[in-house]
């Protein structure tokens, strides 16, 4: 097992099984731990399964396991010993081996079914002796069949099973008799009464044929009824403060449920129930079901953390991102961080014209500054980074005395630092991405460094590019159009030579070739 999980899914039945599906597919690590203890081992088939009907009840499980594992899951056949809160979710023991981690918790343990203390029934059950006519009923349809009366829905029972056969017997054994309404209807629908308890259940070659009262009179039968009073596998669960409550059916008490909202959510932050451990009454198909809903809703709930948890470090890169110190880190945690040639619309837009004075701010390691000093361009290379700086120096001598000389390079933050106005007849910002307001600020103070005649270069990623696969930091604030930045020019003081989102090829993080977009914005000062 690895060591830690989005969800341990403690139960490996028809709604564990469904859950981890479901939770898999969501691309969640999901470990499925199944004690292997199914409650419907003993009968022959599952029933109103659509589109699995009849199928036996270890083909099913087999079938789901390859359906979890198929999609990344994991199963462990084992007992979770138990479960302790941790401060990012659970802690989960199984088998006495090291405790893996886990942020949520789905419990599917089932129920167990206490049978009445009758000689033989035990053995038979689930093959002969029935409880579900839903489940069995077609199965025994037109044959002899006898109702265990244990309690006040026994009447309820026989008559619910006169729909399958018209030789339905209700064996009072020790369950109250039927008043005078409830014996009318029983008579109406052909249903006999019989008194007195039931001693045991007889079989011969391995098939139910009656049973014996204690007069020792014996009465014939294909099928024995019983409706056991059912108790939710809730040890685990108690553990953590869910304690069962009574399960209730047409009014009457049939056992113990551990209670939980219609997703499946418990009154424990983080854990999930799913299956006959909170719904006795639910078939396979109904369990199946529970665990789909139960696993939508974890995933949900995983979802809606994560995005707390993004939007918490997306405020705090927003904080921090624009700092001398991010800068250094980033500049800091590899040998270099771009390609070192000059920015394609820089060199489209510039190479051919006079050289002058140039500003290039947010140089990073130099390559544009370089660029410009090898065409005759006096360069004055800006940036936040001491490293950066470094890096850009020592390419600028690697080019040659004669570019260097032709560099100057100075260490400012450009949220706080302001060119000489007028002094330069080109201003050039490569991917120079802020909040709005900062860059409209700084967009400012660089279109007032431009001398009269000279151009301002700005260039960044298009917000077209956030639809594709290429990798761009995702800050759709801080993303702008040519135009946008255009008409944020003091007013009559620029003739805009280029507005316009150009496209490049380029490659996504898979290698796959994207088209991405340039916002290019050329503006000559009057």
């Known amino acids: 097992m690895d060591d830690e999980y989005d969800v341990v899914v403690v139960g490996g039945g028809a709604a564990g099984l469904a859950g981890a599906a479901t939770l898999a597919r969501a691309r969640r690590s999901v470990l499925v731990v199944d004690a292997g203890e199914p409650r419907n081992a003993p009968a022959d088939g599952v029933h109103n399964y659509l589109g699995r009907e009849g199928i036996p009840p270890a083909e099913l499980l087999a079938v789901g396991r390859g359906e979890v594992t198929g999609y990344g899951g994991r199963i462990v056949t084992g007992r979770v010993d138990a479960v302790a809160g941790a401060p990012d ?36 059950w689930g093959r002969d002796v029935l409880h579900c006519p839903y489940c ?3 199965e025994v349809a037109d044959r002899r069949i006898g109702v265990l009366a244990t309690g006040p829905l026994a009447v309820h029972q026989a ?14 054994h020790d369950g109250p008799a039927p008043d005078a309404e409830q014996a009318e209807r029983l008579a109406a629908r052909a249903v006999t009464v019989v008194p007195g308890p ?7 070659d391995d098939r139910l044929t009656g049973v014996r009262l204690a007069s020792g009179e014996r009465v014939e039968l294909d099928a024995l009824v019983v409706a056991p009073r059912v108790t ?3 040890t685990l669960l108690e553990s953590l403060g869910l304690p069962p409550v009574e399960a209730q059916l047409g009014g009457h008490p049939v056992g113990w449920q551990v209670p ?12 999930w129930v799913a299956g006959n451990v909170t719904d006795v009454a639910a078939q396979v198909i109904g369990a199946a079901a529970a665990g789909v809903t139960a696993g939508a809703a974890i995933n949900a709930d995983l979802m809606a953390e994560e995005t707390r948890e993004a939007v918490a470090a997306y405020r705090r890169q927003q904080k921090t991102m624009f700092t001398e110190a991010a800068w250094e880190h980033r500049y800091q945690s590899r040998p270099a961080v771009w390609s070192g040639q000059a920015n394609p619309q820089l060199v489209a837009e510039v190479d051919g014209l006079p050289p002058g004075r140039a500003l290039d701010v947010g140089s990073g390691e130099g390559a544009d500054a370089v660029w410009l000093a090898g065409r005759g361009w006096r360069v004055t290379g800006v940036d936040i980074s001491a490293t950066a700086l470094r890096r850009a120096a020592e390419h600028a001598r690697a080019a040659g005395a004669q570019v260097a000389e032709l560099i100057e390079w100075t260490h400012a933050d450009l949220l706080r630092w302001s060119p000489a106005p007028a002094a330069y007849d080109l201003v050039s910002a490569q991917f120079l991405h802020l909040p709005t307001q900062p860059r409209r ?28 696969t290429a990798r761009r930091m995702h800050f759709p604030e801080m993303m702008f159009t040519a135009e946008q930045v255009a008409e944020e020019l003091p007013a009559g003081r620029f003739e805009v030579l280029v507005a316009q989102a150009r496209p490049r090829p380029g490659l996504d993080p898979q290698g796959r070739e994207v ?3 340039d916002a290019v914005l050329v503006a000559r000062r009057r």
């Open 89 to 124: 979710g659970f802690l989960v023991t199984v088998d006495g081996r090291p405790t893996v981690r886990a942020r949520r918790l789905l419990v599917t343990t089932g129920l167990v079914d206490e049978l009445p203390e009758v000689p033989g029934l035990t053995q038979r």
């Open 136 to 138: 069995h009923g077609r």
């Open 159 to 172: 008559q619910l099973w006169r729909q399958w056969s018209p030789h339905v017997l209700l064996l009072l």
């Open 198 to 204: 039931v001693a045991e259940v007889e079989v011969v």
């Open 232 to 234: 939710a596998r809730s």
């Open 260 to 271: 939980a909202d219609p997703t499946g959510a418990t009154a424990v932050p983080g854990v």
């Open 441 to 468: 600020e700084v967009f400012a103070r660089l279109a007032a460094a431009v001398a009269p005649g000279g151009r301002l270069l700005i260039v960044g990623h298009h917000p077209w590019d956030l639809r594709t």
């Open 515 to 517: 088209v991405i977009h």
